[in-house]
């Protein structure tokens, strides 16, 4: 373990740190919690609430979906799913759940080695029939910073505009920033791909669909949460809005009223917009050395899957932290 250096806890106390992870959404708490309950003094420094991060509006259904490279994230997200099927032992406090569901147009033979290690899998007229965990993401994101403070972490609400300021407190940073990337490493190639999604009250659909075509920005899929039926969606790349589209909206109620009727009928409840953290070269997990003798390692660019790997790359992060 690193020597440390000290800062300032929650309470204002002076405190060793052995490492500040920049970012506060799935991918920098989950590797916050990796790094904490493998023995280091962790802080968490987030700009944003948990609550107000892109991670908290993803649907969140494991898969690798939108995300490179294709040699590594295999192995990711399946270090990730054995997690999350533990963590399914208790969906009311993890967030996580095992729910069935059909992966439209796709066949075992068009995926990757990684898909031979899936639980539960068939194939239907529709698809892909599979099932698969499915977190509710405001939930998991509390039980993740519960996780965090139980192993001796503590998490700050503080904007970082350059990661000298963290390297001033701890001798080894980890950039989990996203988006927040593209200025602070400064990173041109990531990009965001901007998801819209629509919440409607659930008329009695408990499986979860998806029917995407790479090839256009327009998707369909529909998950049961706890909170509500979501529907989605859209990825348009290099679409910065983040404020709802009526005429998206429409069109995502539409699409999967096409695959269930009784979704058009259904009650809407808010909507929701998010950017996928894209990045031209796919994921980046790598160690810097700093000029100073400190260590800045980068754990970004998830794309569309920052969930389902997000326990394999917290941990390939750790691995460079030492």
Known sequence: MSAGA??????????????????????????????????????????????ATTSAVAGALWWPYRIEPEALVGDWSLQSLRVYEDLAAAPDESGVRLVPGVHGGERLSALGPWARS?????????????????????????????????????????????FDEAAAEAPVVVNCTGLGARGLVPDPGMRPVRGQLVVVENPGIYEWFTLADPAS????????????????????????????????????????ARVRPEIAGARITGHRVGHRPARDGGVRIEAEAQPGGGLLVHNYGHGGAGVTVAWGCARAAAQLVG
Request: hydrophobic content about 35%; charged content about 25%.
């Open 118 to 162: 899936l639980k539960n899998v068939s194939e239907v007229d529709q698809g892909l029939r599979v099932t698969l965990p499915l977190i509710d993401m405001p939930v998991h994101l509390g039980w993740l910073q519960g996780r965090l403070a139980a192993a001796g972490g503590v998490t700050e609400q503080r904007t970082v505009r350059g």
């Open 217 to 256: 920005s327009a998707t369909t899929y529909f998950f049961p949460q706890p909170g509500g039926l979501l529907l989605g969606g859209t990825a348009e790349t290099d679409d910065w809005r983040t404020e709802p589209d009526p005429r998206t909206a429409e069109e995502i109620v539409a699409r999967c």
């Open 6 to 51: 000290r800062g300032r806890g929650r309470d204002g106390v002076s405190s060793v740190t052995d490492v500040i992870v920049v970012g506060g959404g799935v991918s920098g708490l989950t590797t916050a919690v990796v790094l904490a309950e493998r023995g280091h003094r962790v802080r968490l420094w987030s700009r944003d609430a948990s609550s």
